[in-house]
């Protein structure tokens, strides 16, 4: 058992996918959100972080609200801190159906002190597929309420450490219906 919570970051409005709830797409016959799920069976715990609890109550998870409403992912991150049971949280946006069991387990058993624990994939940062330590609450309070929302910038203030080593692919994020039809191709 990791004992770390798996937030699942489902609050986006999906204005790029002609507002359809990409928690809901299909792939490989489970919906994105499912899929993602079922990757973090080995964390203590999974949360959904969503602005509409009604539609995810079939999960049978615990859901939670934005308290800093409109201010993007990071208002995500903060909830799933404020709101797990666990001092380190791995936040994963609903958005990546090919992350796999493998990679969460991986940053989940990751030893070593830090603030933030982020890929590096392609030479980019993945902070949507990190986790995040309780201790940063009150930086990402002071972020949001400045209004400033880069998670990027946030993270780089902060005791990071960096993990590399992962393909490229399984970071993928579906954001638009032609990365969708792609995806549909490639099964």
Do not use: W
């Not at 058993?109 to 609450?137: A, E, F, R, T």
């Not at 970071?171 to 969708?180: A, D, G, K, L, R």
């Amino acid at each position: 058992m990791i004992n770390k919570t798996l937030a699942i970051l489902a609050g986006g409005k999906s204005s790029r996918m002609n507002y359809n709830n990409k928690a809901f797409l299909n792939y490989k016959d489970k919906t994105f959100i499912e899929h993602i799920i079922s990757c973090g069976k080995g964390y203590k715990e999974v949360i959904i972080i969503a602005n509409d609890e009604k539609l995810y109550e079939r999960f049978n998870l615990r859901v939670f609200k934005d308290i800093y409403v409109g201010n993007g992912p990071l208002s995500g991150i903060h909830a799933a801190l404020k709101n797990s049971s666990t001092d380190k949280v791995l936040c994963v946006a609903c958005d990546m159906p090919l992350i796999n069991e493998e990679i969460l387990n991986i940053l989940g058993n990751y030893k070593g002190g830090y603030d933030v624990l982020v890929p590096k994939v392609d030479n980019k940062l993945q902070p949507l597929c990190s986790i995040y330590s309780k201790n940063i609450l009150e930086k990402i309070e002071h972020s949001l309420n400045k209004n400033e929302n880069k998670i990027q910038n946030l993270i780089a203030s902060l005791d990071y450490k960096i993990i590399e080593g992962f393909e490229v692919e399984k970071f993928s994020n579906i954001n638009t219906p032609e990365e969708y039809k792609y995806l549909e191709e490639i099964k």
